[in-house]
DNA sequence: CCAGTTTTGGTTTTT
DNA sequence: CCAAAACTGG
């Protein structure tokens, strides 16, 4: 642990303190292996740690900081940790606090990208052109702000839509691209080259509007640190260590505004240490640049790559079947993971008929796995594309599964969440226009949009926000009365909170907002599926403030944070999601459906980017299969409806990739006792069946599946989406009754050939034929019959359905 | 301005 | 086929 020269000489206490710290560092290193241990103690230059599925990465991420802060090389502001989710930080920083006790209140520097970039931007934002109050534009927000520019240039909305180029922006940003430097040729692809034109302007609108959208959260510090070397100096003097998580993931405006703090300095070594699995790299498709982790020995002269190779996950054929697939790439550093544990079962690879036999296939052995004594929160179905959820979530509230969607749309998203937040903007910060237009007609109050043209003119003319704009309009005559009028006292209502918003407390302050614009009372009205939700995430917004200690702390948080998940972990119950969501995460028993050529690899993947994205779609697989610890499922189904038509598929070439000694094929579990469909293996179930059907109706998959549901007769838990659970407490907790049947049927609730016997309760349902009644699923509808604790009941929206009594309430 | 209807398009997702 | 967006008529 030699100091580099610059350093100064350590004080007597300081050496003692550090000695300390060696002995205390001994109990922690002792956990790791050679490598990770390597990995951690290799301080002092560029380290980059190649680290494969399952091999502690995080640990070695977390260990190495909690090094460096026990043997005092530097204190915890000065150690700059980037990752790319706040999920990702916040693990990492509980982790740290568990290695370094309480003696460490935080590491103020540990955080994702952007919110790292926020803080260095607020702190110097006169430089850049933007003042310290600025606000982050979200997607919606950007589009909105794009549209109107679209149309100030008498564009065809129609045939140029704003989040084209709202995408194209993205994708500049993510290459560092400004508008001068964005290649002639991609910049005249948008609207006959007026691309870049809108680019600028956009820009432009930004600094007007005194906002900044994510992009711009990394690219205006670069411009910052370019045009600032005395700032940049600042920081890179400051951070005596960088660490990165995910270096795979990292896009062009990360890796330059990584390169510009870790440049390297007189007399100091370059103490950047980032950690990755190249073969990990799935968003490519979104900026990122597999190439960065691939050129880091050249970026970084010198570096020390160390590899993790000991996997800690999965068993041995699980762990030789994915290796063996990902080596069929060629763009990769390559690594080869091994374990000492034992070798377990092999993964399984099952040929369907259709779709629908995938989902009861999978749902069968989920029950079967669950009969042995797994657990449902040891279970997911990983899928490529998100349209094939809903066949399993079909077919499991059918058998009374418990579900849950992970992923789905975030919580901050929501409509009512977004509207909820526009209205706390416009009373924080009243020259936020974007919010201002969203709220002034939710709810309804007679402002279309000639009202709004209005406005904007003045606005624009006066060069002031619309809140002024209509401030000096509704004391002239230029509006009809009636819309004067509204927009007198929406006007009137702002003053009024905003005249409370230093002496309320924030959370009741917000809670009068929603209460006094008629916000919530529009949802109370308003009798769709959707609205109780609504509602719900409504208070548990409000509910959420409560961690801030302001308005302003809360929307700077809420602008940055996309929290998916709020997660039911009391519930048992299986996990839905996106290969892609998956990553990160681990289950004991992994369910991979829909290994066909077009859907995985998909289809346009390869068209876009040929190679490369077929390379991206097999670490996907990868991904995927390295998730599992004891059990991967792979399922290939010879039918699948795409865009309503059925058509017949071809199995992934992923499927012949996987390793033959490695892998079982499976010999049905024979338990559907539907015309016994035997799932022999590879492509035998297509054979004997193909053919004889063209395609539509006729299938014998669709015939079965059309007696199958008139059978089902059990009505599944509704298991929400996890989105709507964010922010804590679940959802389904919020309108009672929910959570308690969950345990009895995890309990006590048996299937047989995957029909669950519900255990009848004998007892007539408190509902009975002629009752309204609503679901949260399905919405409104009308009992047509009952039987015992089961109903038939016609949605309004979604048909008739059987369900279960507990799971409607009276409408 | 709203409700009901037609049209359209339908990988992956974080900040 | 099915959901969301874009239209159209009251």
């Keep these: 642990m030699a100091d580099p020269v610059t350093h100064r000489q350590p004080s007597l206490a300081e050496r003692a303190m550090a000695a300390r710290g060696e002995a205390a560092a001994i109990g922690y290193l002792a956990n790791l292996n050679p490598e990770q241990r390597a990995a951690v103690e290799t301080i002092d230059g560029p380290v980059l740690v190649l680290a494969g599925a399952g091999t502690g990465k995080t640990r070695v991420l977390t260990t190495r900081i909690a090094h460096i802060l026990a043997s005092r090389r530097a204190f915890p502001g000065e ?85 084209v180029l709202a995408g194209a922006i993205d994708g500049w940003k993510n290459r560092a691209l400004t508008p001068d430097k ?19 302007d956009y820009q432009d609108r930004l600094k007007v509007l005194n906002a900044v959208d994510f992009g711009d959260l990394l690219l205006e510090v670069i411009r910052l640190f370019r045009e600032n070397p005395d700032v940049l100096a600042h920081y890179q003097q400051r951070f005596k260590f960088l660490l990165v998580d995910e270096y795979q993931d990292t896009n062009v405006a990360q890796y330059l505004w990584l390169r510009l703090l870790a440049q390297r300095q007189e007399g100091r070594p370059q103490n950047i240490c980032c950690v990755g699995d190249d073969d990990q790299s799935i968003y490519g498709w979104r900026g990122a640049e597999v190439d960065n982790i691939l050129r880091f020995d050249k970026d970084f002269p010198g570096a020390t790559v160390i590899r993790l190779e000991r996997n800690y996950r999965s068993t041995g054929h699980i762990l030789a079947a994915a290796s ?88 901050y998203e929501r409509l009512e969440i977004r509207d909820a937040l526009a209205y706390l903007r416009c009373v924080a910060q009243p020259a936020d226009d974007l919010a201002f237009e969203r709220i002034v007609n939710t709810p309804k109050r007679g ?62 302050l917000a809670e009068l907002v929603l209460d006094e614009s008629g916000y919530t009372e529009m949802w109370q009205k308003d009798r769709t599926a959707e609205a109780a939700g609504r509602l719900e995430n409504l208070k548990e917004l409000v509910r959420s403030m409560e961690e801030f200690e302001n308005l302003a702390g809360f929307l700077e948080h809420i602008a940055l944070v996309t929290d998916a998940r709020g997660e039911g972990e009391s519930d048992d119950a299986v996990s839905i999601m996106t290969l892609h969501s998956a990553k990160g995460l681990e289950f004991d028993s992994v369910f991979l459906p829909g290994w066909e050529e077009g859907l995985f690899p998909h289809q346009r993947a390869l068209d876009e980017s040929g190679r490369a994205g077929l390379e991206e779609e097999r670490r996907l697989a990868y991904v995927g299969i390295t998730r599992a610890r004891r059990n991967a499922r792979i399922y290939f189904a010879g039918n699948r409806r795409i865009h309503g038509l059925w058509q017949s598929t071809v199995p992934s070439r992923f499927v012949n990739e996987l390793p033959e000694g490695h892998v079982t094929i499976a010999e049905g579990l024979g338990t559907s006792g539907y015309g016994g469909m035997g799932r022999g293996g590879f492509g035998e179930s297509r054979f004997d069946k193909a053919g004889a059907f063209s395609s539509t109706y006729a299938t014998p998959g669709w015939q079965r599946a059309q007696a199958q549901k008139s059978l089902a007769d059990a009505q599944g838990r509704f298991t929400g989406r996890s989105g709507s659970q964010a922010f804590g407490s679940t959802f389904a907790e919020g309108r009672g009754g929910f959570q308690g049947r969950l345990t009895e049927r995890s309990g006590g609730g048996r299937t047989i050939d995957g029909e669950l016997v519900a255990k009848s309760t004998g007892e007539p349902s408190r509902h009975k034929v002629g009752d309204r009644v609503f679901h949260l699923k399905f919405g409104y509808g009308e009992v047509v019959a009952a039987d015992g604790n089961k109903l038939t009941v016609q949605f309004d929206k979604a048909g008739e359905k059987k369900v279960v009594d507990s799971f409607v309430e009276a409408a």
């Design 79 to 163: 150690i700059l940790a980037v990752t790319f989710t706040n999920k990702a930080a916040r693990e990492m920083k509980e982790r740290i606090g568990h290695l370094v006790g309480e003696a460490v209140e935080g590491m103020p520097w540990l955080g994702t990208f952007h919110a790292t970039g926020v803080k260095m931007l607020r702190r110097h934002a006169e430089l850049v052109g933007l003042k310290p109050g600025f606000s982050i534009l979200d997607t919606d927000d950007q589009i909105r702000l794009l549209r109107q520019l679209i149309q100030a240039e008498n564009i065809d909305e129609k045939r140029w839509p704003a989040r």
């Design 182 to 200: 964005v290649p002639a040729g991609e910049g005249g692809a948008y609207a006959n080259g007026l691309g870049v034109k809108l680019y600028k």
């Design 324 to 411: 063996h697939l990902i080596a069929h790439n060629e763009g990769r550093l390559g690594k080869t993971l091994f374990t000492d544990g034992e070798d377990g079962e092999r993964p399984t690879l099952t040929s369907v008929w259709d779709s629908e036999e995938e989902a009861r296939s999978v749902g069968e052995e989920i029950e079967q796995l669950q009969r042995q004594g797994h657990a449902l929160n040891e279970m997911a179905i990983l899928v490529r594309a998100s349209f094939q959820m809903r066949e399993f979530e079909d077919r499991f509230i059918t058998i009374g599964l418990p579900y849950r969607v992970i992923g789905g749309p975030r919580f």
């Design 447 to 508: 402002l279309g949009d000639a009202t709004l043209q209005l406005l904007h003119d003045h606005a624009r003319a006066r060069n002031v926000p619309l809140m002024q704009a209509a401030r000096v309009m509704v004391e002239t005559e230029e509006f009809k009365p009636k819309a004067r009028n509204a927009l007198k006292s929406l006007i009137d209502a702002f003053d009024g909170w905003a005249a409370k918003l230093d002496t309320l407390p924030h959370q009741e």
